[in-house]
């Protein structure tokens, strides 16, 4: 009964995102919840790439409230709640090119 359960809450991570999550995670205390972490620099890079359309997406997620579950509002918002390779990959791109633009 028990593994059956601990099944159903923990899904295994896709083998190319076991990869990068190390080094992305380096800068998140223990103690913080990872997913507004990560739809913090999520919606950070839709700012960056297109400032107009962030704001017209994050628009449309606050008119949806709690209407819709978590991932229709990621979506809503522009950004899609997935954590696979494809997904987390040009975010943590864009972070290191943003870090490397930096004065030393």
Not at 11 to 32: M, N, R, S, T
Not at 37 to 65: C, F, H, I, M, S
């Amino acid at each position: 009964m028990i593994q059956s359960t601990v099944r159903k809450i923990f899904l295994p991570l896709h083998p190319d995102l076991a990869k990068v999550l190390p080094g992305w995670l380096e800068d998140i205390p223990a103690d913080q919840p990872l997913f507004p972490r990560l739809a913090k620099r999520r919606t950070w890079l839709l700012v960056k790439q297109d400032p107009e359309r962030a704001l017209r997406n994050y628009r449309a997620a606050l008119a949806l409230g709690g209407s819709k579950p978590l991932p229709q509002l990621f979506e809503a918002a522009g950004a899609k709640l997935a954590f696979d390779a494809d997904t987390i990959t040009p975010l943590m791109d864009r972070i290191g090119e943003e870090l490397a633009a930096l004065p030393a």
